[in-house]
C-alpha cells in the first residue's frame, strides 16, 4: 500500500516561505514516476482546495489561481518525493496541507481524481 508523509509546516510570519515535503513509500507494482502527485489544503468552514498538482513525469504542473506566482511545486523520483515551495505567504494560505498520489494522466487537481492521501501537515501564517 502506497503511503504519504507530508512535513514542513509551521508556524511563520505574512510574507514569509516554507517547503512542504510530501515523502511516498510502499510501492507494490508501479513505482513513483507513475503516480502524480496533488497538493491540497483544507480550512475550517472553508471548502477544501487544490493548491498545485505535477504530472508523473514532473514536465506539466498546475497551481490554483490564489497561489500562482508564490508556490512552486516539483518532483524529485530519485527521492521519491513532491516539494510545494511557497513564497510569500498570506494569512488565507493557513490551513492543513496535505497531498494525494493518482494514477491520473496529466495533472489531476479533483480530490476524486487521488487514491492515496497523507495525514496532512498544518501551515499557519501569522498575520
Known amino acids: 500500500q502506497l503511503q504519504l508523509v507530508e512535513s514542513g509546516g509551521g508556524l511563520v510570519q505574512s510574507g514569509g516561505s516554507l517547503r512542504l515535503s510530501c515523502a511516498a513509500s510502499?510501492?507494490?507494482?508501479?513505482?513513483?514516476?507513475?503516480?502524480?502527485i496533488g497538493w491540497f489544503r483544507r480550512v475550517p468552514g472553508k471548502e477544501r482546495e487544490g493548491v498545485s498538482s505535477?504530472?508523473?513525469?514532473?514536465?506539466?504542473?498546475k497551481y490554483a489561481d490564489s497561489v500562482k506566482g508564490r508556490f512552486t511545486i516539483s518532483k524529485d523520483d530519485a527521492k521519491n518525493t513532491v516539494y510545494l515551495q511557497m513564497n510569500s505567504l498570506k494569512p488565507e494560505d493557513t490551513g492543513n496541507y496535505y497531498c494525494?498520489?493518482?494514477?491520473?494522466?496529466?495533472?489531476?487537481?479533483?480530490?476524486?481524481?487521488?487514491?492515496?492521501w497523507g495525514q496532512g501537515t498544518q501551515v499557519t501564517v501569522s498575520s
Open positions: 505535477i504530472s508523473m513525469s514532473g514536465r506539466t504542473t
Open positions: 494525494g498520489a493518482s494514477r491520473v494522466w496529466g495533472v489531476p487537481h479533483l480530490e476524486y481524481e487521488y487514491d492515496y
Open positions: 510502499g510501492f507494490t507494482g508501479y513505482s513513483f514516476e507513475n503516480y502524480a
